[in-house]
């Protein structure tokens, strides 16, 4: 069974449109996050949730809304999708406690066109 | 702010040789460090875990070593094979939620 499952993989979509990239952890794990893989390949994180509560918002555009439904679930929702947004975007989760093991999805490659 | 840096951001070595690298961070009050490894198109594998209060980890034919007080870790990689192909990342836990990561170690293992 995959611990850290995102949909879709892939994402292709126009300038303007607005998406929805959804993830789903079943280790049990009460924090989860979304990073975003730049085309230099760097990660850097975006948004980090602790049992369903926000704790960082990183600089993201007011574009990017994360969703919570419950702890095993983060969600990723896009408006008005730029040109910029393309990237690789990936979720990820980690037990609450510090100190430990994080486990990534296998990603999300947003092309907007 | 935590800023994570690898050295050498690529590299090729022919097969059998050790692999060495490097990771360097500016603030040594880490909870943790990670190594992952990142195949093209793919998504992060983690490799090894360190605690803050450890020194070094090992896994097969990994170690990783970390000094908390000079903001250094090192992953070796024994006798290298063509699969070992990929691109290595450093993250370190803050504490606050968030991983940092250095911008990786592109790995070629020649045949």
């Known amino acids: 069974d995959t611990a850290v499952s995102q949909t879709p993989k892939y994402l292709v979509t126009q300038m303007g449109n607005d998406k929805s990239i959804k993830c789903e952890q079943n280790?049990?794990?009460?924090?989860m996050y979304w990073y975003k893989q730049d085309s230099k390949k760097f990660l850097k994180i975006m948004f980090s949730y602790n049992n369903k509560e926000l704790i960082i918002n990183e600089t993201v555009p007011n574009r990017f809304s994360p969703k919570s439904p419950d702890k095993a679930h983060l969600n990723l929702h896009i408006n008005s999708l730029e040109l910029g947004d393309s990237a690789v975007y990936f979720c990820?989760?980690?037990?609450?406690?510090?100190?430990?093991?994080?486990?990534f999805g296998q990603g999300t490659r947003l092309t907007v066109v | 702010k935590q800023e994570v840096t690898q050295i050498p951001a690529a590299l090729s070595v022919p097969e059998g040789e050790n692999l060495v690298l490097n990771c360097s961070f500016t603030d040594s009050a880490i909870y943790n460090l990670q190594w992952f490894r990142q195949d093209p198109g793919k998504g992060l594998t983690s490799l090894l875990l360190i605690q803050s209060s450890q020194r070094e980890q090992t896994s097969g034919r990994l170690n990783a070593s970390l000094d908390k007080s000079s903001g250094r870790s090192t992953l070796y990689i024994a006798a290298s094979q063509p699969g070992d192909s990929a691109t290595y990342l450093c993250a370190v836990y803050d504490g606050n939620n968030r991983l940092a990561f250095g911008k990786g170690n592109q790995v070629v293992v020649i045949p």
């Open positions: 990820a989760s980690s037990p609450l406690t510090g100190g430990t093991e994080a486990f």
């Open positions: 280790l049990g794990h009460d924090t």
